[in-house]
């Protein structure tokens, strides 16, 4: 069974660009979520996406945005990236959306912003 | 204001012995508690929980302590293993573990020295 696969691992991009970021669950599940990692400040939960609609939100800009198609697949766009953006994003995949052990997360995706 | 904290960012430990991981918190409704794993380069993985209406859970080499009145929880690891050196975050809930009500801690390293 295929795991959570995030695509691309590593980005660079310069402030003031926009990036697209994408998710692709594990076969089956409809719930897929967004976190960004920093240090010292864990996993922010950014927001959540099921059956095509944003179930759940976190406490982040505008600027942070996402969607999810009819295969589950999910993609974050963050706009007009500041240097704070710089982080590592991660995506969780679950049947139902609830964290605990049927949740997977992918290795990530590791954006820094010049 | 953190509601989760792992005050300590690093931890070291010999190969064999006890690993200790801390968590505290400040929020009293939070009712459920979990640690995950993170390796680098890979994305956290499910763990160990507990529910606030225990006090004490235990799976393999891993048991998780919770002090309700201190706004404390624990992590042991025995004997700890070179691969249990990771990044650990702790981990809690209130009214269900959907991604938006969990809030994580800023993770602590556990480096286990052969």
């Known amino acids: 069974k295929a795991g959570v696969t995030q695509t691309p691992r590593y980005l660079i991009k310069t402030r003031g660009q926009q990036v697209t970021l994408s998710c692709s669950p594990i076969s089956g599940h409809r719930s897929v979520s967004w976190y960004q990692q920093t240090p010292g400040q864990g996993l922010q939960f950014l927001f959540e996406y099921f059956s095509e609609t944003q179930r759940n939100k976190g406490n982040f800009p505008g600027r942070f945005s996402g969607r999810q198609f009819s295969n589950s697949r999910s993609e974050m766009n963050v706009s007009t990236l500041e240097l704070g953006d710089s982080a590592l994003y991660l995506c969780?995949?679950?049947?139902?959306?609830?964290?605990?052990?049927?949740?997977?997360f992918g290795q990530g995706t590791r954006l820094t912003v010049v | 204001d953190q509601q989760v904290k792992q005050n300590s960012p690093s931890l070291s430990v010999q190969e064999g012995r006890i690993s200790i991981l801390n968590c505290d918190y400040t929020?009293?409704?939070?009712?459920?508690f979990l640690w995950y794993k993170k390796y680098p380069a890979e994305g956290p993985t499910f763990l160990i929980s507990i529910s606030s209406i225990k006090d004490k859970n235990e799976d393999g080499r891993f048991t998780v302590f919770l002090n309700k009145s201190a706004k404390h929880l624990s992590l042991h690891i025995v004997p700890s293993q070179p691969g249990d050196s990771a990044v650990y975050f702790c981990?809690?809930?209130?009214?269900?573990?959907?991604?938006?009500?969990?809030?994580f801690g800023p993770g602590t390293s556990l480096s286990v020295i052969p």
């Open positions: 929020n009293s409704m939070f009712d459920y």
């Open positions: 969780a995949s679950s049947f139902v959306g609830y964290l605990n052990t049927e949740a997977f």
């Open positions: 981990a809690a809930s209130k009214g269900g573990t959907s991604y938006d009500k969990v809030i």
